[in-house]
């Protein structure tokens, strides 16, 4: 054999060997970092959570009420819970789920501060589903600790009413959202 085809030969075998191992090595590079079980049941543990909110009442106003009454008669003590082992955010939201009275007369109060016109506190709509939900209260509780307790006092405001509400309904459901941050 001559000397070039004996090059040309190694040259080949050398230049498959190395096809080959870096196909080997983006094949174990792939199944490393995308590894599909084939089962029922896949989970992805990381700590527990579990928020709890306590002392929430039903409030049952069969007339409009003024601010002072509303102060002594209409607040909801709560405590937020966290028995979990990572810390949370959480949000508070209002949603009006069947009502028909304008929310311009509805009023709000967190821990004694200002009335606030529910409409004008911060909206958005939640996951799946598309009625208008409103922040009342946003913040953020550690891990197997409570938050202080809190007030929130909802009201129709007497004094905001120039309109007829013999047939009006209010039905204001609240809703908690968790957030965790793993980090």
């Known amino acids: 054999m001559k000397v070039k ?3 040309k030969k190694q ?8 096809i080959v191992v870096v196909m080997a090595t983006i094949g174990v590079s792939y199944a490393v970092f995308f590894d599909v079980k084939n089962s029922d049941t896949q989970v992805i543990t990381a700590g527990t959570l579990s928020l709890t909110l ?26 937020i819970k966290n028995t979990g082992n990572l810390p949370a955010k959480y ?6 789920d069947t009502g028909n009275i304008s929310l311009d007369l509805v009023k ?11 409409k004008n506190v911060a909206t958005g709509t ?11 209260e946003e913040g ?8 202080n307790s809190k007030t929130l006092t909802v009201w129709v405001d007497e004094e905001s009413i120039n309109t007829d509400l ?12 968790s957030e965790v941050d793993e980090s």
């Open 166 to 177: 013999s047939e009006a309904k209010l039905d204001l459901k609240l809703y908690l959202v």
């Open 126 to 136: 939640l996951k799946d589903n598309d009625k208008t939900y409103y922040k009342v």
């Open 54 to 79: 306590n002392g929430v009442t039903v409030l049952q106003n069969q007339t409009p009420i003024s601010e002072a009454t509303a102060d002594t008669n209409n607040k909801i003590t709560y405590t």
């Open 140 to 147: 953020t509780v550690e891990a197997q600790n409570t938050t």
């Open 11 to 18: 040259t080949t075998i050398i230049a498959l060997a190395v």
């Open 5 to 7: 085809d004996i090059i």
């Open 91 to 96: 949000g508070i939201y209002i949603y009006n």
């Open 108 to 118: 709000v109060k967190i821990n004694g501060g200002a009335a606030t016109p529910l």
